[in-house]
């Protein structure tokens, strides 16, 4: 893949970022590295690279995945503005 200038151009408009026309080649050059590398990387074989969470081996602290109501629904909806049967109440929004 290759950037040419006019791309440049837009991504800079995207993301708001003013680029003067002389630095537009210059960052044509450096978004063609980083695709160039970013092609090599996409060559590698990393199927039986197992996924890492942490570069130190550790082990992951684990808990039951349980949905509760949390047990202090008061606590929750105390500093809301309104609220009613432990629940937030809001102004409608649909028209």
């Known amino acids: 893949m290759s950037v040419d200038r006019s791309t440049v151009v837009r991504v ?11 630095e ?7 978004l063609n590295s980083i695709l160039g590398f970013v092609e090599q990387l996409a060559e590698l074989d990393v199927s039986n690279v197992e996924p890492l969470t942490s570069v130190v081996p550790i082990a992951m602290k684990k808990r039951v995945d349980v949905v509760t109501d949390g047990g202090i629904p008061d606590k929750v909806t105390r ?10 109440v809001v102004p409608k929004v649909v028209e």
């Open 12 to 22: 800079a408009h995207l993301a708001r970022i003013r680029v003067a026309e002389e």
């Open 79 to 88: 500093n809301a503005p309104q609220a009613e049967d432990d629940f937030f």
């Open 24 to 30: 537009v080649d210059k960052l044509q050059g450096e």
